[in-house]
């Protein structure tokens, strides 16, 4: 049996200590001394020799349990800082404590004020001006406005990731203020890779507008998060570059924009530049990697766009005019499909979509999905050999003739090799009574899977009617290496289990640490209790759930 790995390192266990000291010893002397007169660069004493990461992570521990006041912020904020998150002390920061950031940390490159609701504009604008350095910025929930928005854009040339999202001040027409400077006439934040704009208030088609303009101003975007974002990209594709009352005064047009982008791009390809704004996004494609809630409709339209996407979510409705392939998406490694509401689409109609980017796959989530038939499910599986996890919900929706026990196939037990993934979640759901030979070949199914996932950390089963005792019988049970010696969480919710079937988990050579058997209607009382003993018996510390 594997030793037992709950025991926490030296650092946490030195840095919990000094976060239950922290009022008692490390901040009296600076509280009785210094605490009116902060403004110094630095002080002398224990935090500014630890490393940046471990002050952070002190931050973290005080700020979560509620232990970390504004004296003993002010002792941790040390010059040597580089990167600083105020998410866990979001109620601490004030205007003073942001000026206090800007004296003490000068050289940070990545800052999180995450809800710092407290911080005036003008506050933040000034914050903006004296950390140039800053590569990542979250502003999400705070009073950000278009003033901000714009410093950021002239004073932070090197910044790749903003997030502000929930910012009630900031409007379409603000947005626009990070990627162009109207006094200089120059665009800037052109190194912004990712931008995250959740949660703003929408304006009609000004957004979308807005959008159009950030993603032909800002030519390095990877990923711009905005419920807007399709609609804007299908302006583009329809190169509609000249909307009314669009942009507003200053601001170049969309179709200028559109130029300019595409004559840096033919500079680029030594090419020459086009002047034709009907062919400019053409010529300038998207550099897009990430795509969110993506229409099933807008999938081949808008795929042209950005042919180096690495992750999209698709949203399935009612069935589209015509098929689509992600065939296009050659790079994808995360692909979500779902329906939003009720599943009305079944695994089988989007099987032939998947096909073309098995190989490529390394994240899969299918949601809310019917479920039709027993064999397809192996098959998509087969054409996913590199995937790290997969996550799923389906109705079973099965109509096959049931069986009698002696004309069940024997279960042949190969692995289904999938040597990458860590992760795999089945949940499944139906009112239908489920054929026996459905939860017959689904119990081999599993037993091929289990034996092809030698790096399974994570194994969710929930709502399986497969007798899962016989599952694990026959995996643990084979002549091959010892399986799943990687396990550290297995969900067994409201599945056909017993206390065997978690015994088998439990006496395995493993790193398990949870175990839930909620909802197993064959878990009883004395059932949960046996497993625990065995527990205390075999002196490992897992955390069993039953209800």
Not at 146 to 168: F, M, N
Not at 178 to 192: E, M, T
Not at 245 to 261: I, Q
Not at 276 to 281: L, P, S
């Amino acid at each position: 049996m594997s030793p037992c790995r709950d025991v926490d390192s030296l650092t946490s266990l030195c840095l919990h200590n000094i976060a239950d000291n922290m009022e008692s010893v490390w901040m009296k002397d600076y509280t009785d001394k210094y605490m009116e007169d902060y403004r110094f660069m630095y002080i002398e004493g224990p935090f500014n020799q630890i490393a940046g990461p471990l002050v952070q992570q002190l931050i973290r521990i005080l700020g979560d349990s509620r232990k970390l006041s504004k004296a003993g912020l002010q002792l941790l904020l040390q010059p040597h800082l580089t990167e600083l998150s105020l998410r866990p002390c979001a109620g601490l920061i004030n205007n003073a404590m942001a000026q206090l950031v800007t004296v003490r940390c000068k050289f940070l490159t990545s800052l999180d004020l995450h809800s710092c609701t407290r911080i005036p504009s003008a506050s933040l604008v000034s914050m903006v001006e004296r950390l140039p350095r800053l590569q990542k910025l979250c502003l999400s929930d705070t009073q950000s406005d278009s003033l901000v928005l714009a410093t950021i854009g002239t004073s932070c040339p090197r910044l790749r990731e903003l997030d502000v999202s929930r910012c009630k001040k900031i409007s379409a027409s603000s947005v626009l203020s990070l990627a162009y400077n109207v006094k200089s006439g120059q665009f800037c934040c052109q190194a912004l890779r990712v931008l995250l704009l959740q949660g703003v208030r929408p304006q009609g088609d000004q957004w979308v507008y807005a959008l159009c303009f950030l993603l032909l101003a800002l030519p390095g975007l990877e990923q711009l998060a905005n419920p807007s974002l399709a609609d804007a990209m299908r302006l583009l594709y329809l190169r509609d570059l000249s909307p009314s009352g669009f942009p507003p005064e200053n601001f170049p047009s969309l179709a200028e924009v559109a130029r300019t982008r595409s004559g840096r791009m033919s500079k680029c390809n030594e090419g020459v530049r086009i002047e034709d704004t009907r062919t400019a996004t053409q010529d300038a494609p998207l550099r897009l990697k990430k795509l969110e809630d993506l229409g099933e409709e807008d999938v081949s339209i808008l795929g042209s766009l950005c042919r180096g996407l690495e992750e999209v979510a698709i949203s399935l409705r009612n069935p589209p005019e015509s098929s689509w392939s992600l065939m296009q998406w050659p790079n994808l490694t995360l692909l979500n499909l779902h329906c939003p509401d009720h599943p009305l689409r079944s695994l089988e109609d989007i099987l032939p979509s998947i096909y073309p980017v098995g190989h490529s796959l390394r994240h899969l989530s299918l949601q809310n999905l019917l479920w039709r038939q027993e064999e397809t499910l192996p098959t998509l599986l087969a054409w996913c050999p590199n995937l790290k996890s997969f996550q799923s919900h389906f109705t079973v929706l099965c109509h096959t003739v049931s069986h009698n026990a002696l004309e069940m196939p024997p279960w042949l037990g190969n692995p289904l090799p999938l040597p990458h993934l860590h992760t795999f979640s089945l949940l499944l759901e139906g009112d239908d009574p489920i054929p026996n030979i459905f939860k017959h070949k689904l119990g081999g199914f599993l037993v091929s899977l289990l034996k092809g996932c030698p790096k399974l950390e994570s194994l969710s089963l929930c709502g399986v009617p497969t007798l899962l005792d016989t599952v694990f019988e026959t995996v643990y049970g084979s002549t091959q290496p010892e399986p799943l010696q990687k396990l550290r969480e297995v969900s067994l919710c409201n599945s056909n289990v017993t206390q065997w079937g978690a015994s088998l988990i439990l006496r395995a050579k493993n790193d398990l640490k949870t175990l839930d058997l909620s909802h197993c209607k064959d878990v009883m009382c004395r059932d949960f209790q046996k497993l625990q003993e065995r527990t205390r018996k075999d002196k490992r510390n897992v955390s069993i759930t039953w209800q």
